[in-house]
């Protein structure tokens, strides 16, 4: 059996946590937060494109790094999408 990507496994964690229709009726399809960061950095900024799963974020060397999408992160960008659909 295959070997999933980071991208895949985050698609198919979205898909199985909002469903798979709810998501291709989103009228966006980009979700952008910022945590705190307990470095230097401060505020991190996570882009999740929710056509893909790719969660990404950037460090202060400008360097782009792909993530998995964790449980407490699932919770998280759940409460962005209400947000963002909420000021629609």
């Known amino acids: 059996m295959e070997k999933l990507t980071i991208n895949q496994e985050n698609k198919l964690?979205?898909?199985?946590?909002?469903?798979?229709?709810?998501?291709?009726?989103?009228?966006?399809?980009?979700?952008?937060?910022?945590?705190?960061?307990?470095?230097?950095?401060g505020q991190v900024e996570f882009n999740l494109n929710l056509k893909s799963g790719e969660l990404t974020y950037n460090t202060v060397e400008n360097i782009k790094h792909s993530i998995e999408i964790s449980d407490e992160m699932m919770q998280r960008i759940e409460s962005e999408i209400l947000m963002m659909l909420e000021n629609l």
């Open 13 to 41: 964690k979205l898909e199985e946590y909002f469903g798979e229709e709810v998501l291709k009726r989103l009228p966006f399809q980009n979700v952008s937060f910022y945590e705190s960061s307990n470095s230097w950095e």
